[in-house]
């Protein structure tokens, strides 16, 4: 079983939709949980961290984190081709000495269409 | 406030060369996180850098090594090149805070091709 799994997509959703992306991890000790935004040829950008149960809004985005079902999601409410990208969940794995590393699901794809 | 840099932008090298990539932190950061992002694939730890020190690393063989500088800079070493390492390397800065890692900011970049 893969650390960190999402949905490669593509998910393609119409301008103005609500766009739902899902991410599932392994480790139950996970205590922090990021989704970073990448558009072709360039490199991941942050858009939400989530620490605790529950949700998380900003702006046109919302992440929504359910540790005891070991999930992760990201709501993108009026979504713009703008927004066309992929999308990364990563979840920080602590190791030795409070250590960390983010563990990154492979993407989901999403393509929003004027 | 400068944000992560990376140099070279991109690189070109043969099997068997060697190669160094640079990492300059954001402004206030002192941890160094080093990636390797395959086409269609998520970025892979590869190892992180905290107080000049290798603190945690990926599953990564010998070949790749690094190095922080007092002014929290870093340097990827990669040696004797497979086409296989032809990849982006994604340097992360954070903070080093006592749970772990705080939220890792990326730079933009190093494309390598191994030809």
């Known amino acids: 079983q893969k650390e960190v799994e999402q949905n490669s997509g593509p998910l393609s959703v119409p301008e103005g939709a609500i766009a739902s992306l899902n991410c599932t991890y392994s480790?139950?000790?996970?205590?922090?949980f990021f989704w970073y935004r990448q558009y072709s040829g360039k490199s991941p950008e942050l858009i939400m961290s989530?620490?605790?149960?529950g949700d998380k809004e900003d702006g046109r985005f919302t992440a929504q984190l359910n540790k005891a079902s070991q999930y992760v999601s990201l709501l993108i409410r009026d979504s713009q081709p703008s927004d066309s990208a992929t999308y990364l969940c990563?979840?920080?794995?602590?190791?030795?000495?409070?250590?960390?590393?983010?563990?990154f699901g492979q993407g989901t794809t999403l393509q929003v269409k004027p | 406030d400068a944000g992560v840099t990376q140099s070279p932008t991109h690189l070109i090298k043969t099997r068997g060369q060697q190669v160094t990539l640079r990492c300059s932190p954001k402004?206030?950061?002192?941890?160094v996180s080093w990636y390797q992002q395959a086409l269609g694939q998520g970025p892979q730890f590869i190892f992180q850098?905290?107080?000049?020190?290798?603190?945690q690393r990926g599953n990564f063989p010998d070949r790749f090594s690094g190095h922080q500088f007092p002014n929290y800079s870093s340097e990827l070493n990669v040696n004797a090149l497979l086409l296989g390492d032809s990849a982006l390397y994604l340097c992360?800065?954070?903070?080093?805070?006592?749970?772990?890692?705080?939220?890792?900011?990326f730079g933009p970049g190093t494309r390598l091709t191994v030809l």
């Open positions: 992360a800065s954070s903070w080093w805070w006592t749970y772990g890692v705080d939220t890792q900011y």
């Open positions: 480790d139950r000790g996970s205590q922090s």
């Open positions: 402004s206030g950061h002192d941890t």
């Open positions: 989530i620490y605790s149960n």
């Open positions: 850098y905290y107080e000049e020190e290798e603190r």
């Open positions: 990563a979840v920080n794995i602590l190791g030795s000495s409070n250590t960390g590393k983010l563990i």
